[in-house]
């Protein structure tokens, strides 16, 4: 099993493989990323948030998103940026090939 981090941007991984999707989150913004598709040969399989090591107000930390490799084949991911009361502030898009 291999696990291969990733921007967003489009990767290329095996059956079985995970990949990490590491998104900067700055939390003094209220903004937090969340999924909006995951194409159907992936599985989302843990969401984490690593802190800044910034103690200073506004650091900004990451959002990690562990999917792994179910099917081969093409597959979207969509996340979407979202701000308290649910306003959309920002997207990311990738595409993983499976093979």
């Not at 913004?29 to 040969?41: F, L, P, V, Y």
């Not at 650091?59 to 940026?81: K, N, Y």
Request: aromatic content about 8%.
């Amino acid at each position: 099993m291999k696990y291969i981090a990733a921007g967003p941007k489009d990767v290329t991984v095996g059956v079985g493989d995970t990949v990490e999707l590491h998104l900067t989150e700055d939390l003094s913004r209220d903004c937090c990323w969340s999924t909006s598709r995951i194409g159907e040969g992936l599985v989302l399989r843990d969401i984490r948030f690593l802190p800044s090591k910034n103690p200073l107000p506004g650091g900004t930390g990451e959002r990690i998103f562990c999917f792994q490799a179910r099917r081969a084949g093409t597959w979207p991911v969509s996340l979407r940026l979202r701000r308290h009361l649910d306003l959309w502030a920002d997207s990311a898009r990738m595409t993983v090939t499976v093979e």
